[in-house]
């Protein structure tokens, strides 16, 4: 990719060095006032040890941060999954000396984190075929920038990448089979949570059990939700993962089938509880996914744009009907994303600015004398195809870039952040406005919105003349609804926050007309459509909520509610740098959170210190740490996975930034 205008480069492949730095470095929790003092890590999260269950002679559960087979022959054992390592303080108690064998369910960090320890000291190391390019080779897709930047196409593979390779000695494809003492092992593909995900069918002392990685979580539960977003067709109508809100969830179901035929008398998940009714347990959570997507589609705004996608659910009850949509007013001009505003004064105001070519149009626009001068651009939000054309347009029109200020932060300084369909690009934004802020243009009265809608960094511009009550909202509605068919953009359930802060705000605006950036018709609500959307989003936060474990729903939709800001971000040798970890507590609860940076071995390994903060329910904190790069340090990106333990959860390596240290 050319680095032209590019916040950050990339080192030359030859000298791009992978989590290798060559000299000590120290990690130290800022004296920062709202942050936690500092403490020992041997203060701090003294996990309560774990056991291992026993389910017959041998075989064995460690409960951890995630569940990890024990499969026991005389002293060696064959580990269905290793976790962050933890496990291993468990196996002298079973009188296991040596772990001849790890195999695992996926590829995700949680599962895999600490297969070093493994790996070094002889063990033979299984993982899915399909996944063990991601096993021997996470560099590939932590130097390659398109799993950072424009992510559109594709969530999988996961952030949640391993960030050092682990060798993967034998590859198992669906149907494998191998023994280990005196169990059999059967390997089925269960895709679904990743695309090559397998469980593992154990026979042994007479009992049929599979390990199913992260198909489910418990009766009728999953540990996220976020990990099912994937393209899919249907109808004869096909979309990408973007649009994919729970894309993968008919796989998932597969799979579990799968699963479900071999009568396995218990179901042993990476996450939660073991299942001794298998049966009762995977009906039930085939019976709340489809609640849950048969409420997410009754309001979800992709029936506008692929109606073919769901003739399934066409015409049943608590859906919400279409109303098509009417003439936008002749001060509206439409091209590509972008809205334009013409004044009587011939002055135009341009909302958006996705590509290149829009900023051409305009060029036309003003060369024809249909408008006279350029007078500002408005930004909706950060996605490509409303921000690619602003780089240009900013070059070609003398005229501020206007914005809510919350989006301004994102578009301003885009590589802290870690979003889809953004640009690495920052874009100038000179006037950042507060919610609520109104000013005078030409004819119209112009007020800015803060709008948590298709994405929680986005804004809203009612504007208002001639009779009018203009609200362009974005890509956050279309007449069948609200635009929340991409989790990774955050769209919180919940009163107060996301599309229920949205809907009561239009209800308060009282619009004539309201403009998507992707329709061409306006359109409006009524209060009883308000209404009933809102309703659906209360029965949605109780049916997801449901679904998976958490104590609020946003935990499993939200992937980013720990993420680290900078996301990315350059730095010196020898210079010191800044990380927050960003903790948004979703929950009604306060929660006491604590994390550490594992820094690679040269930074001495598991460092000595953990920060911790005690979160306010529905609130956001950052934990600060300070790092040094050692003078010594190699040119080049490192991935930095942080621990985080948040009230009961144990989350090894769930959060992660990126450093390139250059020259
Ligand atoms: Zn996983
Ligand atoms: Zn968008």
Redesign the pocket.
């Known amino acids: 990719m050319s680095s032209c205008g590019k916040p950050f480069s990339m080192p030359s492949a030859s000298r791009r060095r992978f989590l290798k730095l060559s000299a000590a470095a120290t990690l130290a929790i800022s004296g920062c006032a709202h942050f936690p003092e500092q403490r020992k890590k041997a203060d701090l999260v003294r996990p309560p040890r774990a056991e291992a269950t026993r389910l017959s002679e041998h075989l064995y559960v460690y409960q951890g941060p995630i569940n990890i087979g024990i499969i026991r022959d005389a002293d060696k054992a064959l580990l269905i999954d290793c976790g962050d390592g933890s496990v291993a303080s468990a196996l002298p108690d079973l009188g296991i000396r040596t772990v001849a064998q790890v195999v695992f369910t996926?590829h995700?960090r949680?599962?895999a984190c600490g297969a070093g320890q493994f790996v070094s000291a002889g063990a033979k190391i299984g993982a899915p075929a399909a996944e063990r390019e991601s096993f021997e080779n996470p560099a590939a897709y932590w130097n390659n920038d398109k799993n950072l930047w424009r992510v559109y196409a594709s969530f999988r593979p996961h952030r949640?990448m391993l960030t050092e390779s682990v060798r993967v000695d034998e590859a198992y494809a669906d149907g494998h089979r191998f023994p280990f003492g005196p169990a059999n092992i059967q390997v089925i593909a269960t895709p679904g949570?990743?695309d090559g995900a397998v469980s593992y069918v154990v026979e042994v002392d007479g009992k049929r059990i599979v390990f199913c990685?992260?198909c489910i979580y418990d009766n009728g539960q999953v540990?996220d939700i976020w990990?099912l977003q994937k393209g899919f067709a249907k109808g004869g109508a096909k979309i990408g993962a973007y649009h994919g809100f729970m894309g993968d969830r008919w796989t998932l179901i597969e799979s579990l089938e799968r699963i479900r035929q071999f009568k396995p008398s218990m179901l042993i998940p990476?996450h939660g509880r073991i299942m001794r009714q298998p049966d009762e347990a995977i009906g039930a959570l085939a019976k709340r996914l489809e609640a849950c997507y048969e409420n997410y589609v009754a309001i979800s705004a992709l029936r506008h744009y692929f109606p073919a996608l769901f003739t399934d659910y066409e015409g049943r009850p608590g859906q919400m009907p279409i109303r098509p949509g009417f003439a936008p007013p002749d001060c509206l001009r439409h091209i590509g994303t972008t809205w334009i505003l013409v004044s009587k004064t011939g002055a135009a105001f341009t909302m958006d600015a996705g590509s290149n070519n829009i900023v051409q149009q305009i060029r036309k626009m003003l060369d024809a004398g249909e408008i006279k001068s350029v007078d500002a651009l408005w930004v909706t939000h950060y996605h490509h195809d409303h921000t690619e054309g602003i780089p240009l347009f900013q070059k070609t029109f003398d005229c501020p870039c206007i914005t809510d200020r919350r989006l301004a932060e994102v578009l301003t300084n885009p590589t802290a952040w870690r979003l889809p369909c953004l640009i690495s690009e920052p874009v100038r934004v000179e006037k950042p406005m507060e919610d609520g802020q109104s000013w005078q243009w030409h004819e119209f009265k112009m007020t800015s919105y803060f709008y948590p809608g298709q994405t929680l960094y986005h804004s809203a511009l009612l504007v208002e003349g001639e009779g009018l009550r203009m609200f362009f909202v974005g890509d956050s509605h279309t007449p069948s609804g609200i635009d929340d068919y991409c989790t990774q953009n955050r769209n919180f359930l919940g009163r107060g926050v996301g599309f229920q802060y949205c809907l009561s705000l239009i209800k308060k605006v009282r619009p004539t007309h309201m403009f998507n950036c992707h329709v061409k018709d306006a359109f409006t609500f009524t209060d009883e459509e308000i209404r009933f959307m809102r309703r659906v989003l209360d029965e949605r936060e109780r049916l997801f909520g449901e679904l998976v474990p958490w104590d609020h729903p946003n935990f499993a939709t939200d992937e980013s509610w720990v993420r680290c800001f900078p996301y990315t971000q350059k730095a010196k040798r020898g210079s010191r740098i800044q990380l927050d970890l960003v903790i948004t507590n979703h929950s009604a609860k306060t929660y006491e959170v604590q994390c550490c940076a594992r820094l690679p071995e040269p930074f001495g390994g598991q460092p000595a210190q953990w920060a911790q903060a005690s979160v306010p329910e529905k609130a956001e904190k950052s934990l600060r740490m300070e790092f040094h790069v050692p003078p010594a340090a190699a040119t080049g990106r490192y991935v930095i996975p942080l621990d985080v333990v948040f009230g009961p959860w144990r989350l090894p390596e769930f959060a992660e930034a990126i450093v390139d240290v250059e020259e």
Request: glycine share 8%; proline share 0%.
């Open positions: 996926h995700h949680d599962q949640l949570h990743t990685g992260d540990w990990s990476s």
